[in-house]
Every structure is written in C-alpha cells, then in structure tokens.
C-alpha cells in the first residue's frame, strides 16, 4: 500500500526567511497531494493541495511542487511569519482504489523565529 | 456553526465507562471520517461512511463502534477503552466518497484519556 514519509520533523527559520517541506510516496498510481496546517488545540486545516495532472501551484506565500517520476512533492513557504509556526502534513491519495483515502506523513514542526 | 465541530473537545474516561464522540458537519458533505492522532504517530484512518454507509474499517477494534444516523452526523461510540487508546480524535467530511478524490475538512478533535 502507499507509503510516505517526510522530512524533516522540525524546522526552525528566522522570520522573513523560506521554509521547505518535502515528502515522498510509494504508490506511482497516487494522484491527489493536499498539505494540511494544524495549530496547537485544533484540528489540521487544508492549506493547499496540488493533482497529479499539475506540476506546480502557488497561493500567495504559499507554494507546492510535484515531481511525479522521482514521486516527491514539497511545500514552499516564503517570506515566513511568526503565525506560520504550526505542524504541517502533507498526505497522498491511493489512485487504484479507495479514492476517499489520505495516507498522511508524520508532519513537521515548523518554528519562526521573530 | 460553520464547517465540522465536535463535542466534547476533551472526555477523560474510565477503562469500564461507555462514552461517545459526536461530529457534525455543516458543509453539505455526503462522506464523513474518523481518524485517530496520537503522540509522535501519523493520523490513522478509522472509518469512513459514504452516503450513510460504513465504506472502510480499517481495522479498528470493536470497542469503537461508527454509527451515522444521516449525512451530517457521526458518532463514535468507545466501550472498555485500554488506555493505549487515548489520543486525539479527528472527524472529517468531504462533498463525495467516489471515484474522483475530494477534499477533507477537520474538526477540532476531541482529545480522549483513558484513566
């Protein structure tokens, strides 16, 4: 079954500085890559989401690339602020079967430093 | 109430005690989820109900048991919990459960302990 990992688990940048989050999966079938936020005492919150028919999307400050050949997408925060800190998740969807399916990493901590 | 809420945002519970986890989405959503988040551990999909139908079980023990009266609430009932079992509980929804993949929105999560 679809696998993925990401790296790294905790990243601290100044603020005003990029931060680059980067995850990896297992299924070649997988076709739909959404990151999620999650703040301290809620629940995760979809921040972008990227398919497979797409190489590349932005909103804002916010970006996510997709390498479907080496099968690894990133999450591409510019111009970091203090509200950024949060854990982020990317997540992977099986595209064989089980379309409803998230297969998440195991999230990052991200820190801005002020 | 806008999006996916949950009560109560925090149960402690008793290993003999029966409680149960409601989530009730206001999106118009037909697919509702469970998921379980514990310490240091990837969110584990639990359950899954597509049009009020039970379309996954991922294994989960019988102490936990889905119930989805219509398409707007889910409730997780929890029967002789271990304390292995305490973890943040996630409802989400999505508009479909179907061939093409649609997006999942979180409750806050009720954080569980089991004493």
């Known amino acids: 079954g679809e696998n993925v990992e990401q790296h790294p688990s905790t990243l601290s940048v100044q603020e005003g500085d990029s931060a680059v989050i980067k995850c990896t999966y297992s299924d070649s079938a997988s076709n739909y890559f959404p990151w999620y936020k999650q703040e301290l005492g809620k629940g995760p919150q979809l921040i972008i989401d990227i398919r497979s028919n797409v190489g590349e999307k932005k909103d804002q400050r916010i970006a996510v690339t997709l390498n479907k050949t080496a099968k690894h997408f990133s999450l591409h925060i510019t111009e970091t602020q203090p509200e950024d800190s949060a854990v982020y998740f990317c997540a992977a969807t099986p595209g064989r079967d089980s379309s409803y399916k998230l297969i998440f990493g195991s999230g990052t901590r991200l820190l801005v430093r002020p | 109430e806008t999006g996916v809420t949950q009560t109560p945002r925090h149960l402690v519970m008793g290993m003999t005690n029966k409680k149960s986890l409601k989530c009730e989405q206001h999106?118009?959503?037909?697919?509702m989820y469970w998921y379980k988040q514990s310490a240091k551990k990837p969110l584990e999909l639990m359950f899954v109900?597509?049009?009020?139908?039970?379309?996954e079980n991922n294994s989960v023990p019988s102490r936990f048991s889905p119930e989805c009266p219509n398409s707007s609430h889910l409730f997780l009932h929890l029967h002789t919990l271990q304390p292995e079992d305490s973890a943040l509980y996630l409802c989400?929804?999505?508009?479909?459960?179907?061939?093409?993949?649609?997006?999942?929105?979180f409750g806050p999560g009720t954080r569980l302990t089991v004493t």
């Open positions: 999106l118009g959503h037909n697919a």
């Open positions: 989400a929804s999505s508009q479909g459960a179907g061939v093409v993949v649609s997006e999942q929105y």
């Open positions: 109900y597509s049009l009020e139908e039970r379309v």
